[in-house]
């Protein structure tokens, strides 16, 4: 009967290539764990300087570096080892392994856990300063993630990035069918929303806590938002176009059968099922109420949408419609700005 050996660290490997010695030679000989960590403890013991051992993203460790992380912790505080180790906690679900590693550790008297805050509004705007891109929307969009930030800064453009959309969407691999539909749901509703409203519009409300865990949604009083806007914005991009009408749909219903007079909101569910009659009903109501506010962009936005939806052969409604656009844009124009709708 063979005997399968456990496989050996990624990091144990480049450390060997590092430090040569016994260690390196263990591992081409394909030695078993407790020969190499024991090789690796005696080599650290023998250094005379301080020797810093860095394992970065071992929130995508497997379980033989979490292994090795779990030995060298609870061994090098009388070595003259710095061990620092970096991960994203908002990747981790509740019963990660990593979590359960972090959590033995941290009765070490010599373990230190130092939390990276995310980048303020100032210091978005420094790192997007002469690129052209608008600062308050760039904090808006990725909540300071400093990944984020600087992935879309890189990119050159307020169009998301490759590299962010393919973060996004490797996170939502782990989940199961259900919970991928309900994100995909949640995505269409927008960047916060009542949590009677999502489960309204799920088979199994107990995805809402697979969701909830992955931190894909987070809980916020007695709504759910998403983390970051560009998450959303990236969860959004990847759904075709055959369910976002069908989603739109069923969110408009929801809203409807709730008694919603949200006539912005049941026009953008509207435009995005293809609903040209609900288009025409609901946007040219919303600018309407958005003019009465002052929201000037709000309003012209509204009657944008209603336009691309008229007829043409009804030219009166469509006349109707550019004169009142017209007149936002003149607002506008002359400087006249009023709030945004909230």
């Given at each position: 009967m063979a005997c399968l050996r456990p496989p050996r660290s990624g990091p144990l490997l480049d450390i060997a290539n590092q430090i040569d010695g016994e260690l390196l030679r263990l591992c081409r000989a394909e030695a078993k764990r407790d020969q190499l960590y024991g090789a690796l403890l005696r080599q650290l013991s023998d250094l005379q300087t301080l020797t810093v051992v860095v394992i970065e993203d071992v929130h995508w460790a497997d379980e033989a570096t979490l292994d090795l992380l779990s030995y060298l912790g609870r061994r090098i505080q009388h070595l003259p080892v710095l061990l620092l180790v970096t991960y994203r906690d908002d990747a981790l679900v509740s019963n990660d392994p990593l979590r359960l590693t972090l959590g033995g550790l941290a009765s070490q008297r010599t373990t230190r856990?130092?939390?990276?805050?995310?980048?303020s509004m100032a210091g978005v705007a420094t790192l997007a300063q002469g690129t052209g891109i608008d600062a308050t929307e760039l904090h808006r969009l990725t909540a300071g993630?400093?990944?984020?930030?600087?992935?879309?800064?890189?990119?050159?453009?307020?169009?998301?990035?490759?590299?962010?959309?393919?973060?996004?969407?490797?996170?939502?691999?782990?989940?199961?069918?259900?919970?991928?539909?309900?994100?995909?749901?949640?995505?269409?509703?927008?960047s916060r929303m009542r949590s009677e409203l999502l489960v309204s519009l799920i088979d199994d409300p107990l995805v809402m806590d697979e969701l909830?865990?992955?931190?894909l949604l987070i809980k916020d009083g007695d709504d759910l938002r998403f983390r970051h806007q560009i998450a959303r914005v990236a969860i959004e991009g990847a759904i075709p176009p055959y369910r976002k009408a069908a989603i739109h749909t069923k969110i408009m219903h929801a809203l409807l059968a709730s008694g919603s007079d949200d006539d912005a909101r049941l026009g953008f569910h509207a435009e995005g099922a293809g609903n040209p009659e609900l288009v025409l009903m609901y946007a040219p109501r919303a600018a309407g109420r958005a003019a009465e506010l002052g929201a000037r962009r709000e309003a012209a936005a509204q009657y944008e949408r209603a336009l691309r939806f008229v007829p043409a052969t009804d030219m009166r409604t469509r006349a109707e419609l550019l004169d009142n656009l017209a007149k936002q844009l003149g607002?506008?124009?002359?400087g006249r700005k009023g709030a945004l709708k909230p």
């Open positions: 856990r130092l939390g990276l805050p995310t980048l993630n400093p990944f984020f930030v600087t992935e879309v800064l890189q990119a050159g453009s307020d169009a998301l990035p490759a590299s962010v959309r393919d973060a996004v969407l490797a996170r939502t691999t782990a989940l199961s069918g259900p919970a991928r539909d309900a994100l995909e749901v949640a995505a269409l509703i927008g909830v865990s992955h931190v607002f506008l124009r002359n």
